[in-house]
C-alpha cells in the first residue's frame, strides 16, 4: 500500500444524533477540496455515513479512522456494540433490527448495509456478536462505478 | 429552473437562506422519509420532500447534493435543524400543500420550463 497523504480519525458518540454524521461530512469536505470527482465524494460519503450511524444507533458509538492517498479513500469504522449475528441477513434489503425511537426519525429502513455495499469498491465487514463490529470500505478515485 | 424561481413560482418559503438559491439548479423531486432509502435514491440536484424535520436530513440533503428540501404541510422545522442547515448550506422550503401535491408541482414546472 502507498504512504497514505491524509490521516483522520474521529471519534463517534453513542445515540447522539446533533454529532452523528459530522465525520462523514467532514471527510467529505475534504474530498472536495482535495478535487476527487463528484461521483467519488458522493459515494465515499454516502457509505461512510452509513456506517457512521450504524455505529451511532446499534454499536454504542465507536471510531472512524480515514485514510487518504493518492488513488483511493480508505475507511474503517468499528464499534463495540453486540455485533451482527447473521450478516447476509443483516445485508438484505429491508432486514432491521433498528428500535422504533429511531425509526420515528426516519432511520431503521434496513438499507444502511446494502447501501455501504452499493456505494463502495470494496466493503470488508468483520462481526462477532458481543464483541462489536469493524466495516472497512475503499473506494478507488478513478473507478468509474455509477450510483 | 433555480430553487429562488421554484420557490417564487410555487409560493413555497425559503426558510434557510445560505445564499445559494439563486444558483442551485433543480434537476428532478424525490419523495421518502425513510433516510436510507432517500440516501440512495436521492439524485444531485432533486428537490427531496420528507416531512422529518431533524437533524440526520440535513446530513441526508448535504451528502446526496439535493438542490433544497421541500417540508409539506406547513411542517415546523426544528430550530437545531434549521441552524445546521444554515450552517452545511442545505437551502430548507416550507410548502403549505401535502408531499404529492408538491411533487406535482415540481414536476409541472420542470416539465414547463422544458
Known amino acids: 500500500m502507498k504512504k497514505a497523504v491524509i490521516v483522520r480519525d474521529y471519534t463517534i458518540p453513542a445515540n447522539d444524533f446533533t454529532i452523528a454524521g459530522e465525520a462523514s461530512s467532514n471527510v467529505r469536505k475534504i474530498l472536495t477540496q482535495l478535487g476527487v470527482s463528484p461521483n467519488v465524494v458522493k459515494r465515499a460519503s454516502i457509505a461512510m455515513y452509513e456506517a457512521e450511524i450504524n455505529a451511532v444507533i446499534h454499536g454504542k458509538g465507536g471510531n472512524a479512522h480515514v485514510e487518504i492517498d493518492e488513488n483511493k479513500i480508505y475507511i474503517v469504522i468499528s464499534d463495540e456494540g453486540p455485533g451482527i449475528a447473521d450478516l447476509e441477513l443483516a445485508m438484505q434489503e429491508g432486514y432491521s433490527t433498528a428500535p422504533d425511537s429511531i425509526r420515528e426519525m426516519g432511520f431503521g429502513a434496513g438499507m444502511g448495509l446494502s447501501n455501504m455495499k452499493k456505494h463502495a469498491d470494496i466493503l470488508d465487514i468483520d462481526t462477532e456478536v458481543n464483541r462489536g463490529t469493524t466495516v472497512h470500505i475503499t473506494v478507488y478515485f478513478n473507478s468509474d462505478k455509477k450510483i | ?114
Open chain 2, 1 to 114: 429552473m433555480t430553487v429562488k424561481e421554484l420557490s417564487e413560482k410555487l409560493g413555497y418559503k425559503i426558510i434557510t437562506e445560505t445564499g445559494d438559491s439563486t444558483k442551485t439548479e433543480i434537476t428532478g423531486v424525490y419523495a421518502c422519509d425513510l433516510l436510507s432509502h432517500a440516501m440512495a435514491k436521492i439524485n444531485t440536484g432533486d428537490v427531496w420532500v420528507t416531512v422529518h424535520t431533524n437533524l440526520n436530513v440535513v446530513a441526508v440533503a448535504s451528502l446526496t447534493e439535493a438542490s433544497c428540501v421541500v417540508i409539506p404541510e406547513n411542517i415546523q422545522i426544528e430550530e437545531q435543524t434549521i441552524e445546521r442547515a444554515e450552517k452545511k448550506g442545505v437551502i430548507f422550503l416550507s410548502a403549505p400543500v401535502s408531499a404529492a401535491r408538491v411533487c406535482y408541482d415540481v414536476l409541472s414546472v420542470l416539465r414547463e420550463a422544458k
